[in-house]
């Protein structure tokens, strides 16, 4: 079965701490596609960074970076020096090429306080 | 460039009433997906198209739920007749090929009442 895993429900920290959102992702295709994505509250899903199943290295995108294992089938995702601007839910998402489908998981929800 | 539109932003309807949401994607994107997002939970695949077929449809509640993208652009998704548990924002998203990044619209919230 395809599916993905967002342990955290919900995540408070203080501004400039650093945070590690999990994700955990399940299929059995070879060839697949992994997002993240970051919903404030006004609604709309912002596209944050996709990831191929065949490059595993690490990006850094200023305060953002990703870890792509896929031993462990895990594409976390850290923020650094929290801000109150990061305050929002962060989805993380597959699409996998056996039907062709975008699925997403649960979401964490991450408070950043002053 | 012009996001994904959608309307309306806001509905609310009584039970057993039908509504139609409309979608507008980015100009060029083949691929298309209405979601379902319910209050506290991740978006939900209702329906995925490649520009006029459908790929996926395998959650959508097929008695009561209907989609169609004419002429592979606009889409509207639709309702009849809506349950209580229908209550959620619908998401449109678009992506230019399948396996890209998808482009949400700003959702429909729907309140069944």
């Known amino acids: 079965a395809q599916k993905v895993t967002q342990a955290q429900t919900e995540i408070s920290v203080v501004e400039k701490e650093d945070v590690t959102l999990d994700c955990v992702y399940e299929?059995?295709?070879?060839?697949?596609?992994l997002f993240w994505y970051k919903q404030p509250p006004s609604g709309e899903l912002v596209f944050l960074i996709r990831?191929?199943?065949?490059?595993?290295q690490n990006e850094i995108s200023g305060r953002y970076s990703w870890n792509f294992q896929k031993s462990t089938s895990s594409f976390n995702f850290t923020i650094t020096a929290s801000q109150v601007v990061d305050s929002a839910v962060y989805f993380c998402?597959?699409?996998?090429?056996?039907?062709?489908?975008?699925?997403f998981g649960q979401g964490t929800e991450l408070s950043v306080k002053p | 460039e012009a996001g994904v539109a959608q309307s309306p932003r806001y509905k609310i309807i009584e039970k057993r009433q039908s509504v139609a949401f409309w979608c507008n994607p980015i100009?060029?994107?083949?691929?298309l997906y209405w979601y379902q997002q319910i209050l506290g939970q991740g978006p939900k695949l209702l329906i995925q198209?490649?520009?006029?077929?459908?790929?996926?449809d395998s959650q959508l509640p097929k008695d009561r739920f209907s989609a169609e993208r004419l002429k592979g652009v606009d889409s509207t998704l639709k309702i009849q007749p809506a349950k209580l548990e229908d209550s959620a924002v619908y998401l449109c998203?678009?992506?230019?090929?399948?396996?890209?990044?998808?482009?949400f619209g700003q959702g429909t919230r729907l309140t069944v009442v």
């Open positions: 198209f490649q520009n006029n077929g459908v790929v996926d």
């Open positions: 299929t059995r295709d070879t060839t697949y596609y």
């Open positions: 998402a597959l699409y996998y090429n056996q039907g062709g489908k975008l699925i």
């Open positions: 990831r191929n199943s065949f490059d595993e």
């Open positions: 998203a678009s992506s230019a090929r399948e396996n890209t990044e998808a482009f």
């Open positions: 100009s060029g994107h083949a691929t």
